[in-house]
C-alpha cells in the first residue's frame, strides 16, 4: 500500500475559472465584438453576393478560366467538370456561401497569422509563447469553442468564421515562422553588413525567399478551413455546413451526401489552386524562362580552354528547368 | 592613418561575457571559459590595417577569425576593446550609425556569395546603392559599371540561379564594388570555389586593386591564398593572433612552433622576392648603389619572386643588377648566392618537418578543411 493512494487532490475549478475570465470579457469588451461582428458579417454577405452576380454557369467558367491561368489547363478541365457537377446537385448557393465564408475566415487567419509568425521568428520568447497557444487552439475540440463564440456573436455567419479562424489560424502563423527562420542566415547577413534596416531586410530579403512556405502556410489554412465548414453550419452559418446539418435533422442522406460532395470539389478546386500558387505558378514559371533565354552559356566559366566538354545552352536550360 | 585600428579587442559569446573577458585578462584559458559555457572567440586581438593595402586574417575554422571581421561592421559587438574605422569607434556606434558605416565605409564579400536569388544579377550588384536611397538611373549605372569591371558586362539581366559559381562571386565582388565604400572585408571569399576559378579570381582581385586602392581585409584559411595577396598577414589561432607581418616576416622569423609548422609545407621561392637574398654591393662597387641601370644589362625588380628569378639567372652569363621600380640599382643577385639562398631553404625546411612537434603546438588540425 503506498501513501500515494491516501492523498486527495481537490477539485480544481477550471472551469469558474474560464466563466469569469469570459464574463469579464463580455461585460467590457462588448463593444469590440459587436464591431468586429459587423464587418465580418458585411463582408461575407457582400462576398456572397457578388460571387452570386454573374450567374452560376458563368462563374464556374471564370474560376475555370482561373484555374487555367495559374496550374494548367488539366486542372481547369477537372474543376470545370466538378463545378459544373456542384450546379447540377443544385447546392451551387450553398457552394457559394460557404466559399465566401472560408474566404473571409483566411483573409482575417492570414492578416492574424502572418505577423505573429513574423515576430516569432524573430524573437525565440515569442515563439515559446506562441506555440502552446497554438496548440492549445488546435487541439481543444472545435466544438467546445462553439460555446463561448456563440455567447459572443450570437447566431449566423460571424461565430462560423470566427471558430473557423481559430482553428485555422495556426499553420499560418507555423510556417511563416518556419519559412523566415529557414531563410539562408548568410543572405540576411549580406543584408545587414549592406546596412539594411531590419524593416528593410524583413520586406526586401526574408518575406520574398519565405514565400513558397508562407504561401504552403496558407495553402493549409484554407483547407482547415474548409473543414470547419460543417461546423459552422451548426452555429446558424448558412451553406453547404447548414445543408449537412438539415439532412442529420432530417435523415436526408442522398442530401447530406450531394452537400459533402461539394465540399470535396470546393477543396480540390482551392488547394491545386492555391499550391500551385505558392510555386509560383505557371506564370512565374514562363517569367523565368523568358529571362533564362538571356543568359545562354552560364556554366562556361568552369571550362577555362572552352576546347572540351562544352557545356551547351540547353544543358543550362535543363539545370535551371530542374 | 590607418583604416581600421584594433586594440585588445575581445569577443566572448555566452552569459555575462564581461566577466569572460575579466577571466581571460586574468590567466584563464580558452578551455576553462568553455567548461562554464562561454566561448573566446577572439581574446586580445591587436592590429592596423592601413589605407590601400590588402591584410589577411589567416586562420583554421574556429580560430575565430569570422568572428573579427564581423566585428569590424558592427555585425557583432566587441564585448571588450577598442575598434575603430576610418577614426570613428565602432564600438560606440548606435544601430543607426552603424548602418550608417556599413553604407558608407565598409562593404562585404560572403563565402557563399550570399546573392539575393530572386532578384536578378543587375539588382543585386546594385543592392547597397539601393538601401542607401540612389535613385534607379543611377545606381543601374554603377551596377553595371562594376559588373563590367569584375567582367561580367551584359549579365544584369539573368538570375545568380544561371550563373556558375566563380560568377557569382563575382556578382558579389561588383556588389561590394558598386557600394563605393573605401573597405571591403572578404570573408573566405574564394573558399567556396574550385582551384582555377579561385587562382583567377585572386588574380582578378590583386589586378582591381591596383587600380582602385581599396582598403581589404580578407580572411582566408588558405596559407597559400594570404601569401598571393597578403601585403601583410596576421596569423589567428585559438582566438588569438599569434603573428603579425609580411609574408616573408612569418616565413623567415616565424613567432613560434605553431606558424613554423603551418608555413613549412609553403613554396618559399613563391613568396621570397630577391630583394630578400640579393647581396648589396659595398665599397668600391657601392657608389652605384641608386644608380639608373642600363637597358642592355640583365636586371629584375626587386620584388620579383625568386621562383622567376631563376629563369632569369639561367639565361644571363654573369649577376643580376636588381633594381627597383624605376630601375635604379637597388642589389646584386649571383648564380652562387641564389643557388646558396635555395640550399638554405630546403635545408630550413627540412630541419621544420624533422622538428619534434610540441604537444601543445598542434591540438588543432592543420590540414585545410
Redesign the interface.
Known sequence: MSAVEFVNVPRIPVGDWFEGVFDWVTANLEWLFDAFSTVIDVAVEGLVTALDAPGAVLMALIFALLALLVSGWRIAAVALVGLLLVIGMDQWATAMETLALVLVSTVVAVVIGIPLGVLAARSDRTSKVVRPALDLMQTMPAFVWLVPVVFLFGIGYVPGVVATIIFAVAPGVRLTELGIRNV?A??V?????????PR?TLF??QL??AMPTIMAGINQVIMLALSMAVIAGLVGARGLGGEVTAAIATGDLGLAFEAGLAVVILAVYLDRVTAALGQGGHLGRFR?KA??D??EV?????Q?DGSEDLVTASD?HTK?GA | MNAIEAHGTYKVFGKRPAAGVARLKAGATREELREDGLTAAVIDASFEVREGEIFVVMGLSGSGKSTLIRMVNGLWAPTAGELTVCGEDIVKMNDKQLRTARREKVSMVFQHFALLPHRTVGENAAYGLQLKGVNRAERERSATEALAMVGLEGWEGSLPEQLSGGMRQRVGLARALAAGTDIMLMDEAFSALDPLIKREMQDQLVELQSKLGKTILFITHDLNEAMRLGDRIAMMRDGRIVQNGTAEEILNEPANEFVAQFVQDVDRTRVLTARSVMTIPAAGDGRLLGQPVAGTVAAVDADTRLSEVLGACADCEGDLAVVDSRRRLVGVLSRATLLQALGQLAADAAHDASADPASDTTPMEVTAR
Open positions: 539562408d548568410e543572405v547577413e549580406a543584408a545587414q553588413a549592406f546596412g539594411a534596416t528593410q526586401g530579403v520574398p525567399l523565368r529571362k533564362s538571356v543568359g552560364a556554366a562556361d566559366e568552369n577555362p543550362v535551371i
